[in-house]
């Protein structure tokens, strides 16, 4: 199975402030990465698919780039309604595997 | 607009069975697959497997072949999914996603806690 690492597992940040979490895959996924966040007591919301697509309805200053191991999600300015846990998600190979999470909290 | 709802939580004893559902409307049932994936409390979600809704065919993680049976019956646009020989670990809960692009899930259903206690 491929294994997802995400960083970092936690992180508290400002309103206002870039935050950058990354995910590394331990093979080649392509472009076929996702990101999604999680509220407490809610199911994940998807944010980007396929490394860089913005869903739907998800604020441009969510950004996704990489390809092939290494991917990012950037978010360009930090708003009070982005606290939840990030998790990536590779849809390469089955068993479609997740990270373990990054938990991001406002200041 | 599109929805995935899922039958209530469930409380089985080990060795039980658990069968869950999830219905979906909004959009054409048969134009999607559907993922199954659970999520153990304060860990990332965890890939079960996928049906086709319109052949029936599906796909099973190699740790679940052989326990769990993904179902679909298209008169109500609903998925199922059971699981036998629960066991304290399979305690989670438990989501029916639909497959978007790049088989990102697109949709979640509410989630179904499935609870496994003597």
């Known amino acids: 199975d491929i294994q997802m690492t995400q960083s970092p597992s936690s992180l508290s940040a400002s309103v206002g402030d870039r935050v950058t979490i990354t995910c590394r895959a331990s093979?080649?996924?392509?472009?076929?990465l996702n990101w999604y966040c999680q509220k407490p007591g809610q199911a994940p919301k998807l944010l980007i698919y396929?490394?860089?697509s913005l869903q739907s309805g998800v604020p441009p200053r969510f950004r996704g780039s990489g390809f092939g191991t290494d991917f990012t999600l950037t978010i360009s300015s930090l708003q009070p309604e982005d606290f939840g846990t990030y998790f990536c998600?590779?849809?390469?190979?089955?068993?479609?595997?997740f990270g373990q999470g990054t938990k991001l909290e406002i200041k | 607009q599109v929805q995935l709802v899922q039958s209530g939580a469930e409380v089985k004893k080990p060795g039980a069975s658990v069968k869950i559902s999830c219905q979906a409307s909004g959009y054409t049932f048969t134009d999607y697959l559907m993922h199954w994936l659970r999520q153990a409390p304060g860990q990332g979600p965890e890939w079960m497997g996928m049906?086709?809704?319109?052949?029936?065919?599906?796909t099973y993680a190699q740790k679940f072949q052989g326990r769990v049976t993904m179902t679909r019956d298209t008169s109500t646009n609903t998925v199922y999914m059971d699981v036998t020989s629960l066991t304290s670990e399979d305690t989670a809960i438990y989501y029916c996603?639909?497959?978007?692009?790049?088989?990102?899930?697109?949709?979640w259903g509410q989630g179904t806690l499935v609870t496994v206690s003597s």
């Open positions: 396929a490394s860089y």
């Open positions: 093979q080649d996924v392509n472009k076929y």
């Open positions: 996603t639909r497959e978007g692009v790049a088989v990102a899930g697109d949709y």
């Open positions: 998600q590779q849809s390469y190979f089955t068993p479609y595997t």
């Open positions: 049906i086709h809704p319109d052949r029936g065919t599906t």
